[in-house]
């Protein structure tokens, strides 16, 4: 149980263009769902917090516009990177908690983007 | 600001042998505290929880926590090459706050 999953799991484009990262509970209902950026060798950084219906919370120093968020269902949550540059390559992991356990979070297997 | 600190490594320990991963957290209303591994280029997997004071066993993991020192340790006994990873302790609180990741400690088990 408690599977989350992300599509796509890597993705390269081109300087200038908008990304959608996915982020599905397959198998329950998230009450929260997260999104972090890892660089190499770093640690996880939290970019921002949804919940269904709402508008999501972001951490300082996140551009809310560059980094569209939508958390259209219990299920489902999506994370835009608009005009992406390649600094904003890293690996894009979302996270989940369900109704049962709201302070357990299960990670997608990430998305590894890569802007040219 | 909640904190939660953990030694970056790498901690080197032989095969066969028990390791010792320890994390601290600063603030006393945390209730629940998890362990991660991470391998290279993949995400998060969760390891265990741990809510009260006292050893908490999962086959060759054991959780231990100790609330008055603001403590948690992972103990992995009979250490394989495969437990090389990034481990990442995480402190959680009730209400609907978000859990706050340590830095992770890297491990290597050396055959």
């Known amino acids: 149980g408690a599977v989350v999953s992300q599509h796509p799991s890597w993705v390269i484009c081109k300087s200038g263009t908008s990304v959608k990262i996915e982020c599905r509970s397959l198998?329950?209902?998230?009450?929260?769902m997260f999104w972090y950026r890892q660089f190499p060798k770093q640690s996880l950084m939290l970019m921002a917090t949804?919940?269904?219906?709402?508008?999501?919370?972001?951490e300082q120093g996140v551009e809310k516009d560059k980094f569209l968020i939508n958390h259209a269902s219990l299920t489902l949550s999506t994370l835009t990177v608009t005009s992406a540059h390649p600094e904003d390559s890293s690996f894009y992991i979302c996270?989940?908690?369900?109704?049962?356990?709201?302070?357990?979070?299960?990670f997608g297997p990430g998305t590894r983007l890569t802007v040219l | 600001q909640k904190e939660v600190e953990q030694n970056s490594g790498p901690l080197s320990v032989p095969e066969g042998a028990i390791a010792s991963l320890n994390c601290t957290y600063s603030?006393?209303?945390?209730?629940?505290f998890f362990w991660y591994r991470q391998y290279s280029g993949k995400s998060p997997e969760l390891i265990m929880s741990?809510?009260?004071?006292g050893d908490k066993e999962d086959g060759r993991f054991t959780a231990q926590l100790n609330k008055a020192s603001q403590y948690v340790s992972l103990l992995i006994r009979d250490s394989q090459p495969s437990d090389s990873a990034t481990y990442l302790c995480?402190?959680?609180?009730?209400?609907?706050?978000?859990?706050?990741f340590g830095a992770g400690t890297r491990l290597f088990v050396k055959a």
């Open positions: 996270s989940a908690t369900a109704l049962a356990s709201t302070d357990t979070q299960y």
């Open positions: 198998d329950f209902q998230a009450t929260t």
């Open positions: 949804s919940n269904e219906g709402s508008k999501a919370t972001y």
């Open positions: 603030d006393r209303g945390s209730q629940s």
């Open positions: 741990i809510y009260s004071n």
């Open positions: 995480a402190v959680g609180y009730t209400g609907g706050f978000k859990t706050i």
